[in-house]
């Protein structure tokens, strides 16, 4: 069994910043993509950054230039260092990643920014 654990989050003032961590742990053969999802109340999910395992990445336009994705392959790790952060960013945010040729998400964690 494989497990996504999520650490970070809260709530931060407007311009602040925050850092997420993604740690995959279990009984790991091959971990491709990774990255991170957001949900806003009322809102779909979408996607806010992704990073494959050669470490290309794709951003939401949203987050672009604010928002950084990287990844620990040795330890199955993906991060998102999120900067210049605003109130519509908002979200409770999951990472996932594509382990094993499946896809696993770690809890949820709540990012409130404050105007």
């Known amino acids: 069994q494989v497990q996504l654990v999520v650490s970070g989050g809260g709530l931060v003032q407007a311009g602040g910043s925050l850092r997420l961590s993604c740690a995959a742990s279990?009984?790991?053969?091959?971990?491709?993509?990774m990255g991170w999802y957001r949900q806003a109340p009322g809102k779909q999910r979408e996607l806010v950054a992704a990073?494959?395992?050669?470490?290309?990445?794709n951003y939401a336009e949203s987050v672009k230039g604010r928002f950084t994705i990287s990844r620990d392959n040795a330890k199955n790790t993906v991060y998102l260092q999120m900067r210049s952060l605003k109130p519509e960013d908002t979200a409770v945010y999951y990472c996932?990643?594509?382990?094993?040729?499946?896809?696993?998400w770690g809890q949820g964690t709540q990012i409130t920014v404050s105007s």
């Open positions: 990073i494959t395992r050669g470490r290309s990445t």
């Open positions: 279990g009984r790991i053969f091959r971990n491709n993509d």
């Open positions: 996932y990643g594509q382990i094993n040729d499946y896809n696993y």
